[in-house]
């Protein structure tokens, strides 16, 4: 069942500034979705109408079915943690998570409970006495993540909450975070500019720019079959070229005709989307694109080879090293090619 369901939101601030645009979305009850996008794409903006920091100009935010879009934070079952954990560095742990519910007013046998279920749920349990100061970066997120759940929310929002994070601290951090949405079973939406994190991590992924929702699916989906050229160049490494098509399955690029497996009239002009880990790397006889190896970087699991073809310039990951200014054949199997058609 749905949780929550945004539609047509648009968000346009004081100054005429059209920050998100038509959005629409749903969120399954359970489900781990990501919004991924380029700063300033207005995914911050998203996850405060949800939260209820803003209201949003147009549309419908519906929780459970209803209408919740005028309600205050405090009045959603809704709790976001953010980038800067925000913890007050002058108490200790258990008056960092108890905040909230002092205010609410809760006995002092209820709030102890509830901050020892809360820090098992993290993993830290009998660090109540511990000072903010005393923990390292990564035990400080996951109190933040404590203090928000303590609240028992339905629904998590997580804002590119590892961002001050070291990388293997990052990484640490995603399996933690994704093993504790499997275990506590709420529903995460979470908010990153980093297309690793969100493929590691996601049920779903939103890929959003300059206020707009470009593609909404699974991490194999956005990855394997981008739908337009954006998706395609912001998720992973890609080769994107223009090319022709020549027949009903078969396409022109990079000089070469090649067969493919999406079925687009002849005559178009696509727009061609390659992984650098679709390209094989061949003898100059034996490959469809031939051209020159410009170079050759290791990257530890494979080499990055960049081989000029014409004016085409592709990038290739190959386990076989390959000498700079050598020639090279490249081929790529039908169902490495994507293609894309422009608007
Ligand atoms: P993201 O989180 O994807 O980096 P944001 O949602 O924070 O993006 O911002 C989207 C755009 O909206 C940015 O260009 C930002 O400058 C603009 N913006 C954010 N808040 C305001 C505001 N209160 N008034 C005007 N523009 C804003
Ligand atoms: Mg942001």
Do not use: W
Request: proline share 4%.
């Amino acid at each position: 069942t749905n949780i929550i369901e945004l539609k047509h939101i648009t968000k346009t601030f004081e100054d005429g500034f059209v920050a998100v645009e038509d959005f629409n979305l749903t969120v399954k009850r359970g489900e781990f979705v990501t919004f991924l996008g380029p700063s300033g794409c207005g995914k911050t903006t998203t996850l405060r109408m949800i939260a209820g920091f803003e209201i949003p100009t147009e549309g419908e935010i519906l929780l459970d079915g209803k209408e919740i879009g005028n309600l205050p934070p405090n009045k959603r079952p809704i709790n976001t943690v953010f980038q800067r954990y925000a913890l007050f560095p002058h108490l200790n742990i258990f008056d960092n998570i108890a905040f909230g519910l002092k205010l609410k007013k809760l006995s002092k046998d209820e709030i102890k409970r509830k901050v020892k279920k809360v820090l098992e749920m993290v993993d830290l349990e009998g660090f109540e006495t511990r000072k903010v100061a005393t923990l390292s970066g990564g035990q400080q997120q996951r109190i933040a993540i404590a203090r928000a759940l303590v609240n028992e929310p339905q629904i998590l929002l997580l804002d590119e909450p590892l961002g001050a994070l070291d990388l293997k601290m990052r990484k640490e951090m995603q399996l933690e975070l994704k093993s504790m949405h499997e275990r506590l079973g709420i529903t995460f939406i979470y908010v990153t500019h980093d297309q690793e994190e969100a493929l590691t991590m996601s049920d779903k992924i939103v890929v959003m720019s300059e206020g707009r929702m470009q593609q909404i699916g699974t991490p194999e989906d956005i990855y394997n079959e981008p739908k337009n050229a954006f998706v395609a160049d912001f998720i992973g490494e890609s080769n994107i070229f223009t090319g022709i098509m020549t027949d009903k399955l078969k396409v022109r690029f990079c000089g070469a005709e090649f067969a493919c497996v999406d079925d687009v009239e002849h005559g178009r002009l696509v727009e061609v989307v390659v992984r650098p880990e679709d390209v094989e790397i061949t003898t100059p006889e034996n490959g469809a694109i031939t051209g020159t190896v410009t170079s050759v970087v290791f990257k530890g699991v494979h080499y990055e080879i960049t081989v000029e073809s014409g004016k085409n310039e592709i990038v290739i990951q190959s386990t076989k090293t390959a000498a700079v200014g050598s020639q090279v054949g490249l081929n790529v199997e039908p169902d490495g090619i994507h293609i894309m058609i422009p608007e």
